[in-house]
């Protein structure tokens, strides 16, 4: 299957700042990338979908100015959590969907590792 | 909302083969069944996906209902590293629709 990476894997922060996280599609074209959120023993929530150039569109109750997407190529996203509190503490997964050419055809949507975002 | 239902848990032995239900009776006409897992702290992992004929591939089979209102993924010899959260998902919107996801099952792989 097709590669997306995540940077950092891991990221500590004190309340307040501002953390961003890179998405890549290592092998393929990502024309649509996703974000999403995963809280302990809770399933993942799709925060933001994206398409190359334009502007994220949001879930409802995800606020747009907190969570701030970029995808300004069709390798690359990025995610910035601005003035980062406890409660955003949890697990960011992102997802890009393409031309990949795998067998499992372009319309499929491959995940990233995660990003495990603590505030203190 | 996630439009499938999936029984919470399940345990397989090791070396037996896993199957894993899933109920999607509301599933529109054009719409895909798509299954992906997740290992512990870990980013999904695309499985196997389908629209109406059984599907094959490397990791897993995924058997359809002929009234589309269910399917079944089969890990035909289940070892310990499939342990984790399977997900089955339809597609809304088509081709270009999101994963929603649900609560999945926790397959346990007993030795």
């Known amino acids: 299957g097709a590669v997306v990476s995540q940077h950092p894997s891991w990221v500590i922060c004190k309340s307040g700042t501002s953390v961003k996280i890179e998405c890549r599609s290592l092998?393929?074209?990502?024309?649509?990338m996703f974000w999403y959120r995963q809280f302990p023993k809770q399933s993942l929530m799709l925060m933001a979908t994206?398409?190359?150039?334009?502007?994220?569109?949001?879930e409802q109750g995800v606020e747009k100015d907190k969570f701030l997407i970029n995808h300004a190529s069709l390798t690359l996203s990025t995610l910035t959590v601005t003035s980062a509190h406890p409660e955003d503490s949890s697990f960011y997964i992102c997802s890009a969907r393409g031309h990949s050419r795998g067998a499992s055809g372009p319309d499929t949507q491959y995940f990233g590792p995660g990003t495990r975002l603590t505030v203190l | 909302d996630a439009k499938t239902t999936q029984p919470t848990s399940m345990d397989c032995a090791e070396g037996r083969a896993a199957n894993l239900p899933c109920n999607h009776s509301?599933?529109?006409?054009?719409?895909?069944v798509y299954w992906y897992r997740q290992i512990h702290s870990q980013g999904p992992q695309y499985i196997i996906h389908g629209l109406k004929n059984n599907e094959t591939n490397e990791m897993a089979s995924l058997i359809i209902t002929e009234d589309r209102k269910s399917s079944t993924l089969i890990l035909p010899h289940a070892t310990l590293r499939d342990t984790a959260v399977y997900y089955c998902i339809v597609r809304v919107g088509g081709s270009q629709g999101n994963l929603i996801f649900g609560k999945g099952t926790k397959l346990s792989v007993k030795p």
């Open positions: 509301t599933i529109s006409g054009n719409e895909y």
């Open positions: 092998d393929f074209q990502a024309t649509t």
């Open positions: 994206s398409n190359e150039g334009s502007k994220a569109t949001y």
